[in-house]
């Protein structure tokens, strides 16, 4: 059973700080991975994909990475802005076609 | 991009009645949709996957006949909760899957009084 963790599960940073959010994953035998931006009591953005055969993906500020063999991916946010502040989630697509989401790791970035 | 929608956004209902949510999606077919819920700072959940034109496949725990699930078409799948009870009082989003990516709806909030 794929089991998704999200390290910190809150994180407080001030205006303009580069910073890296962590997922970690037991089952390597992956089909994407998906990083998801969620704010309070709305539905969830998506940020990046990467597909199983990619180690990185990139977005304006948002560059995500993927290691399978460690069972990783970050997620790292450059020159941080209050408007970043959300719940970051990532969530594991396998190959039998469920996701599982991690907790999340809850963002606030101080003006 | 891929655009999912969801109806309705919120709704409030008495305990007892059953709700129905929709899931569409406007701008692709959609063969499998997902149906998860989420619980108050808690992570999303999934309930069910819903295909087209064959039953619903739900995960372990998840009671079929209160949350009936039916995909008519390949844009749209309905989740009815059905005797709806307070502790069904949860965020509900949906899922479709195109291009090896989920893209999900907005979400619906459903509260059972």
């Known amino acids: 059973k794929q089991e998704v963790t999200q390290i910190p599960a809150a994180l407080s940073v001030p205006e303009g700080e580069n910073l890296v959010l962590n997922c970690s994953f037991t089952d390597s035998a992956i089909y994407n991975l998906q990083w998801f931006r969620q704010d309070p009591g709305k539905g969830l953005t998506s940020l990046l994909l990467?597909?199983?055969?990619?180690r990185e993906q990139t977005s304006g500020r948002l560059n995500a990475s993927l290691d399978k063999s460690s069972g990783r991916s970050t997620l790292y946010i450059a020159a941080s802005q209050p408007g970043d502040s959300a719940t970051y989630l990532c969530a594991i697509y396998t190959n039998a076609g469920k996701s599982t989401f991690g907790d999340g790791t809850t963002l606030t970035v101080k003006p | 991009g891929a655009v999912v929608s969801q109806h309705p956004s919120w709704v409030i209902c008495k305990s007892g009645t059953s709700v129905k949510i929709e899931c569409r999606s406007l701008d692709f077919q959609a063969t499998t949709m997902f149906w998860y819920r989420q619980f108050p700072k808690q992570s999303l959940m999934l309930m069910a996957t819903?295909?087209?034109?064959?039953?619903?496949?739900?995960e372990q725990g998840v009671e079929k006949d209160k949350f009936l699930i039916n995909h008519a078409s390949l844009t749209l799948s309905t989740l009815t909760v059905t005797s709806a009870h307070p502790e069904d009082s949860s965020f509900y989003i949906c899922?479709?899957?195109?291009?090896?990516?989920?893209?999900f709806g907005p979400g619906t909030r459903l509260t059972v009084t």
């Open positions: 819903s295909n087209e034109g064959s039953k619903a496949t739900y």
């Open positions: 899922s479709a899957i195109r291009d090896r990516g989920q893209y």
């Open positions: 990467i597909q199983s055969s990619q």
